[in-house]
């Protein structure tokens, strides 16, 4: 084991970095100028609160950013020594985090994922709004059955999310995953909800999936446009 892998293991490296991590954000969330669209876009789900927000792998960093102090919520990570440090970092930014993912079908059978599905059923339940990556892992922008599954058990919508900053560095990796860098501009482009009926049949799944995919395709375009061409703003 290499050293920045045995490092990693250790408790307190976790919590200095998720610290570290945690401030990071909140320098950069508060030195980039927000933009949010539609201009309704937390009127919208007002009335059908809690909400399943969905959004991309690699995209979740500033989501607890444009949560209002109102909204209970809780974000769904993974089981990985990462995940243990981005649920540190959630948890300093005021989101409680479920541990568990799917598998690469976007199942909830595997890695803690069958507990997981009931604990976010129950926090829905008890009107927290459920944050979670729609994309299956490994496989970037392909959005898995898990989410509308969650949908149609819950009776809670999705609402498709993404969020973009002009200022970031992409990095070669699955997830498409970017650092967000401060002194920017930073939208959040909000989808339709997307409501999934008990008792879909497989077809009807399906559709939602489909329709989870396009919404979260349509938003992450539209949010890299509205920064990289300013959006009309300075």
Not at 56 to 69: C, K, T
């Amino acid at each position: 084991m290499g050293l920045l892998k045995r490092l990693g293991s250790k408790r307190w490296a976790q919590v200095a970095l998720a610290v570290g991590g945690a401030e990071y954000l909140r320098l950069v969330a508060k030195t980039n100028s927000v933009t949010l669209e539609p201009a309704d876009f937390y009127e919208r789900i007002t009335s059908d609160l809690p909400v399943i927000v969905a959004m991309w792998h690699g995209q979740h960093a500033l989501m607890s950013f444009i949560r209002r102090p109102e909204h209970r919520a809780k974000a769904l990570i993974s089981r990985h020594r990462d995940g243990e440090i981005q649920s540190i970092a959630l948890n300093r930014l005021g989101v409680e985090t479920i541990r568990g993912s799917g598998d690469h079908g976007g199942q909830f059978h595997r890695k803690g994922g069958v507990g997981a599905f009931r604990e976010m059923l129950a926090a829905l339940e008890q009107g927290h709004s459920m944050v979670l990556t729609a994309d299956v892992p490994k496989v970037a922008r392909r959005a898995g059955e898990g989410i509308v599954k969650l949908a149609e058990l819950s009776g809670r919508p999705i609402y498709p999310v993404a969020v973009a900053t002009s200022r970031r560095i992409q990095f070669e990796s699955w997830d498409r995953g970017v650092l967000n860098l401060p002194f920017g501009r930073m939208a959040a482009v909000g989808g339709d909800l997307i409501r999934v009926a008990k008792d879909s049949d497989e077809a009807a799944l399906e559709a939602a999936r489909l329709m989870v995919q396009d919404q979260l395709n349509v938003a992450t375009a539209r949010a890299y446009a509205m920064v990289d061409r300013g959006a009309g703003h300075g």
